[in-house]
């Protein structure tokens, strides 16, 4: 059975004080691995996609990397704007269903 | 930028009642899905549809449930006789032939069934 699993579950920074989420995977043929973010009341937010071990993506203060049973998020230099909850999610057929992660709340203080 | 919009944003009904959720897609985009979000759980796959049919769907997307674009914009959930565990946050989201397998959601539908 497929399975998402995150570490930590909650995570609070100092502002600047940088940090990596995990995201440990099992499926059968990952056909991509997604770093959303969610604020409180909102839908997820896309941010990356990574489709084969040794891919790295960057954004302004992340980046994802991806191994072949895992994915970390790390936040550089974190700022306040940076507080959510970070969702990973797999697929495995193309135009199929996420499967979620439970996320990392991120928690940046000034 | 172009965006998935979903209304009402808060729905409250009562249990038994039948509720519509409805979805803009992003223009152009050929996929989409119905996921829901029950409070501090995680994100769940209900259905996706592509070309007025279903083309998977979830144990949780029973016969209460149901989908349909009606129109060349709009893509609905039907729940037909809520019950109190059907509350939740509602998403629909949609891939597109440019981003063929990013999902991009909505803002959401929070259904409380009282």
């Known amino acids: 059975e497929d399975q998402v699993t995150q570490s930590p579950e909650a995570l609070r920074l100092q502002e600047g004080e940088s940090s990596s989420l995990n995201c440990s995977y099992t499926v059968s043929g990952l056909r991509g691995l997604f770093w959303y973010r969610q604020d409180p009341g909102k839908g997820p937010e896309f941010l990356f996609t990574l489709y084969s071990a040794g891919e790295e993506k960057e954004k302004e203060r992340l980046k994802a990397t991806l191994t072949k049973k895992e994915s970390f998020l790390h936040i550089t230099a974190p700022k306040p704007e940076d507080s959510a909850t970070y969702l990973c999610?797999?697929?495995?057929?193309?135009?199929?269903?996420?499967?979620f992660g439970a996320g990392t709340q991120v928690v940046v203080t000034p | 930028e172009p965006e998935v919009t979903q209304t009402p944003s808060h729905q409250v009904t009562q249990m038994g009642q039948e509720v519509i959720l409805r979805c803009v897609p992003i223009s152009n985009h050929l996929y989409f899905y119905w996921y829901r979000q029950i409070l501090g759980q995680k994100v769940e796959f209900l259905v996706s549809f592509y070309n007025n049919e279903i083309s998977e769907k979830s144990e949780i997307f029973d016969d209460q449930f149901s989908v349909e674009r009606p129109d060349g914009s709009n893509f609905t959930l039907k729940i037909r006789s809520t019950k109190l565990e059907d509350s939740a946050m509602y998403f629909c989201?949609?891939?597109?032939?440019?981003?063929?397998?990013?999902?991009?959601f909505g803002p959401g539908t929070r259904l409380l069934v009282l």
């Open positions: 999610a797999v697929q495995a057929d193309s135009w199929g269903k996420l499967q």
């Open positions: 989201a949609s891939i597109g032939r440019q981003s063929w397998e990013t999902q991009y």
